[in-house]
Protein backbone atom coordinates (compact mmCIF):
# COMPACT_ATOMS: atom_id res chain seq x y z
CA UNK A 1 0.00 0.00 0.00
CA UNK A 2 1.04 3.34 -1.36
CA UNK A 3 1.14 5.80 1.83
CA UNK A 4 3.39 8.40 0.79
CA UNK A 5 5.00 10.61 -1.89
CA UNK A 6 8.43 12.04 -1.41
CA UNK A 7 9.83 14.93 -4.12
CA UNK A 8 13.14 15.75 -4.81
CA UNK A 9 13.78 19.59 -5.03
CA UNK A 10 16.57 20.65 -7.29
CA UNK A 11 15.30 19.82 -11.11
CA UNK A 12 12.20 17.90 -10.51
CA UNK A 13 10.14 20.93 -8.66
CA UNK A 14 11.85 23.92 -9.73
CA UNK A 15 14.85 23.63 -12.41
CA UNK A 16 17.36 25.18 -10.73
CA UNK A 17 20.13 22.60 -11.75
CA UNK A 18 19.32 24.57 -16.18
CA UNK A 19 19.74 27.58 -13.92
CA UNK A 20 22.98 27.50 -12.46
CA UNK A 21 24.74 26.19 -15.48
CA UNK A 22 23.03 29.36 -17.71
CA UNK A 23 24.16 31.30 -14.74
CA UNK A 24 28.13 30.33 -15.39
CA UNK A 25 27.74 30.78 -18.83
CA UNK A 26 26.54 34.10 -18.92
CA UNK A 27 29.63 34.76 -16.40
CA UNK A 28 31.87 33.68 -19.10
CA UNK A 29 30.34 35.35 -21.96
CA UNK A 30 29.98 38.81 -20.16
CA UNK A 31 33.97 38.29 -20.01
CA UNK A 32 34.09 37.49 -23.28
CA UNK A 33 35.31 33.28 -22.60
CA UNK A 34 34.36 30.40 -24.40
CA UNK A 35 31.86 28.05 -22.40
CA UNK A 36 32.53 24.32 -21.71
CA UNK A 37 28.77 23.47 -21.69
CA UNK A 38 28.91 19.82 -21.38
CA UNK A 39 32.01 20.01 -18.76
CA UNK A 40 29.43 21.68 -16.76
CA UNK A 41 26.45 19.80 -17.68
CA UNK A 42 27.82 16.81 -16.17
CA UNK A 43 28.50 18.05 -12.82
CA UNK A 44 24.48 18.35 -12.40
CA UNK A 45 22.97 16.25 -9.75
CA UNK A 46 26.51 15.16 -8.12
CA UNK A 47 26.68 16.45 -4.41
CA UNK A 48 30.97 16.40 -4.82
CA UNK A 49 31.68 17.22 -8.23
CA UNK A 50 35.08 17.73 -8.79
CA UNK A 51 36.18 20.17 -11.32
CA UNK A 52 36.77 23.98 -11.34
CA UNK A 53 34.50 26.39 -12.75
CA UNK A 54 36.33 29.27 -13.41
CA UNK A 55 39.57 27.50 -15.10
CA UNK A 56 39.47 29.12 -18.07
CA UNK A 57 39.90 32.71 -16.17
CA UNK A 58 43.36 31.91 -15.79
CA UNK A 59 45.29 31.84 -12.35
CA UNK A 60 45.13 35.21 -11.33
CA UNK A 61 41.34 35.72 -11.58
CA UNK A 62 39.07 37.29 -8.90
CA UNK A 63 37.65 34.25 -7.92
CA UNK A 64 35.14 35.59 -5.78
CA UNK A 65 34.20 38.43 -7.77
CA UNK A 66 33.09 35.78 -10.69
CA UNK A 67 31.06 33.84 -7.88
CA UNK A 68 29.42 36.77 -6.78
CA UNK A 69 28.43 37.56 -10.70
CA UNK A 70 27.48 34.13 -11.10
CA UNK A 71 25.22 34.40 -8.01
CA UNK A 72 23.47 37.22 -9.38
CA UNK A 73 22.76 35.92 -12.79
CA UNK A 74 21.36 32.66 -10.94
CA UNK A 75 18.89 34.29 -8.65
CA UNK A 76 17.29 35.74 -11.07
CA UNK A 77 17.26 32.36 -13.77
CA UNK A 78 15.84 31.43 -10.51
CA UNK A 79 13.24 33.92 -10.28
CA UNK A 80 12.16 33.28 -13.66
CA UNK A 81 11.69 29.81 -13.72
CA UNK A 82 8.02 28.20 -13.28
CA UNK A 83 6.99 25.50 -11.27
CA UNK A 84 7.68 22.51 -13.67
CA UNK A 85 4.60 20.79 -15.62
CA UNK A 86 2.70 18.12 -13.02
CA UNK A 87 4.32 18.82 -9.53
CA UNK A 88 1.35 21.08 -8.00
CA UNK A 89 -1.34 18.67 -9.85
CA UNK A 90 0.26 15.70 -8.46
CA UNK A 91 1.25 17.35 -4.81
CA UNK A 92 -2.69 18.01 -4.95
CA UNK A 93 -3.90 14.55 -6.07
CA UNK A 94 -2.02 12.75 -3.02
CA UNK A 95 -3.17 15.41 -0.14
CA UNK A 96 -6.69 14.51 -0.95
CA UNK A 97 -5.80 11.05 -1.11
CA UNK A 98 -4.64 11.30 2.26
CA UNK A 99 -0.97 10.48 1.38
CA UNK A 100 1.66 11.74 3.08
CA UNK A 101 3.92 14.19 1.45
CA UNK A 102 7.83 14.79 1.90
CA UNK A 103 10.52 16.55 0.27
CA UNK A 104 14.81 14.87 0.21
CA UNK A 105 16.80 17.58 -0.90
CA UNK A 106 20.51 17.95 -1.53
CA UNK A 107 20.19 21.43 -1.04
CA UNK A 108 20.38 23.38 2.16
CA UNK A 109 16.72 24.43 3.98
CA UNK A 110 17.17 28.14 3.13
CA UNK A 111 17.45 27.75 -0.48
CA UNK A 112 14.84 24.84 -0.56
CA UNK A 113 12.03 26.84 1.47
CA UNK A 114 12.65 30.05 0.20
CA UNK A 115 11.54 29.39 -3.45
CA UNK A 116 8.88 26.98 -1.93
CA UNK A 117 7.68 29.66 0.07
CA UNK A 118 8.01 32.52 -3.05
CA UNK A 119 6.45 29.86 -5.25
CA UNK A 120 3.29 29.23 -2.47
CA UNK A 121 4.21 25.08 -2.48
CA UNK A 122 5.52 25.54 1.21
CA UNK A 123 2.58 24.03 3.15
CA UNK A 124 2.35 21.02 0.19
CA UNK A 125 4.81 19.11 2.47
CA UNK A 126 4.23 17.55 5.41
CA UNK A 127 7.63 16.95 5.98
CA UNK A 128 10.96 18.41 4.80
CA UNK A 129 14.37 16.95 4.89
CA UNK A 130 17.71 18.79 3.66
CA UNK A 131 21.55 18.50 3.40
CA UNK A 132 22.72 18.87 6.94
CA UNK A 133 19.80 17.26 9.05
CA UNK A 134 21.39 13.22 7.75
CA UNK A 135 25.17 12.46 7.78
CA UNK A 136 25.44 11.96 4.13
CA UNK A 137 23.83 13.77 1.20
CA UNK A 138 22.47 11.92 -1.92
CA UNK A 139 23.73 9.49 -3.19
CA UNK A 140 23.75 7.86 0.20
CA UNK A 141 20.10 6.88 1.39
CA UNK A 142 19.88 9.27 4.51
CA UNK A 143 17.86 11.51 3.59
CA UNK A 144 15.22 9.30 2.08
CA UNK A 145 15.49 7.08 5.31
CA UNK A 146 14.93 10.31 8.09
CA UNK A 147 11.90 11.13 5.66
CA UNK A 148 10.40 7.34 6.11
CA UNK A 149 11.39 7.13 10.08
CA UNK A 150 9.59 10.55 10.01
CA UNK A 151 6.73 9.50 8.30
CA UNK A 152 6.93 5.79 10.18
CA UNK A 153 6.08 4.06 6.96
CA UNK A 154 8.39 1.63 5.34
CA UNK A 155 10.20 2.22 2.13
CA UNK A 156 7.76 0.34 -0.16
CA UNK A 157 5.06 2.03 0.92
CA UNK A 158 6.76 5.47 -0.27
CA UNK A 159 7.21 6.87 -4.13
CA UNK A 160 10.55 8.78 -4.74
CA UNK A 161 10.33 11.47 -7.80
CA UNK A 162 14.29 12.16 -9.01
CA UNK A 163 15.59 14.07 -11.77
CA UNK A 164 19.26 12.28 -11.84
CA UNK A 165 21.52 9.99 -11.54
CA UNK A 166 22.77 10.51 -7.67
CA UNK A 167 18.77 11.10 -6.34
CA UNK A 168 17.36 7.70 -8.06
CA UNK A 169 20.38 5.62 -6.29
CA UNK A 170 19.49 7.27 -3.21
CA UNK A 171 15.88 6.16 -3.34
CA UNK A 172 17.01 2.93 -4.87
CA UNK A 173 19.54 2.19 -1.72
CA UNK A 174 16.59 3.41 0.91
CA UNK A 175 14.66 1.00 -0.61
CA UNK A 176 11.59 3.66 -2.07
CA UNK A 177 10.09 2.85 -5.59
CA UNK A 178 11.66 5.11 -7.39
CA UNK A 179 9.83 7.46 -10.59
CA UNK A 180 12.91 9.25 -13.06
CA UNK A 181 12.01 12.40 -14.17
CA UNK A 182 14.83 13.50 -16.40
CA UNK A 183 15.40 17.50 -17.21
CA UNK A 184 17.32 19.11 -20.16
CA UNK A 185 20.13 19.27 -17.94
CA UNK A 186 20.32 15.32 -16.68
CA UNK A 187 18.68 13.37 -20.00
CA UNK A 188 22.34 11.42 -20.29
CA UNK A 189 22.25 10.46 -16.47
CA UNK A 190 22.11 6.98 -16.11
CA UNK A 191 18.97 5.51 -15.15
CA UNK A 192 18.83 1.93 -15.79
CA UNK A 193 18.10 0.98 -11.76
CA UNK A 194 14.73 3.10 -11.42
CA UNK A 195 11.31 1.38 -11.38
CA UNK A 196 9.68 4.13 -13.97
CA UNK A 197 11.18 7.00 -15.94
CA UNK A 198 8.80 9.55 -17.56
CA UNK A 199 9.09 12.58 -19.15
CA UNK A 200 7.23 14.94 -17.33
CA UNK A 201 5.28 14.70 -13.63
CA UNK A 202 2.31 15.74 -15.99
CA UNK A 203 2.75 11.92 -17.19
CA UNK A 204 1.85 10.76 -14.00
CA UNK A 205 -1.50 10.15 -12.48
CA UNK A 206 -1.55 9.25 -8.73
CA UNK A 207 -3.94 6.36 -9.42
CA UNK A 208 -1.78 4.88 -11.93
CA UNK A 209 1.00 4.67 -9.71
CA UNK A 210 -0.63 3.12 -6.67
CA UNK A 211 -2.06 0.46 -9.16
CA UNK A 212 1.95 0.28 -10.31
CA UNK A 213 3.66 -0.04 -7.03
CA UNK A 214 0.88 -0.41 -4.10
CA UNK A 215 -0.06 -4.01 -4.82
Same mark, same amino acid.
Request: contains cysteine; charged residues 25%.
Given at each position: ????????????????????????????????????????????????????? !??????????????????????????????????????????????????????????????????????????????????????????????????????????????????????KRAGV !???????????????????????????????????????
Open positions: MIRALIFDFDGLILDTETALIDAYGDVHESHGLAFDRPLFTRSVGHADYAFDP !WKGFGTGADRDLLETERKAFNIRRNEAQPILPGVVELISEARAAGLKVGLASNSGHPHVEGHLGRLGLMGSFDFIACRGDVPSPKPEPDLYRHVLNHFGIRPREAIAFEDSHTGTLAA !WVVAVPNVSTGHHDFTHVDLKVASLADCRLKDLVSRFGA
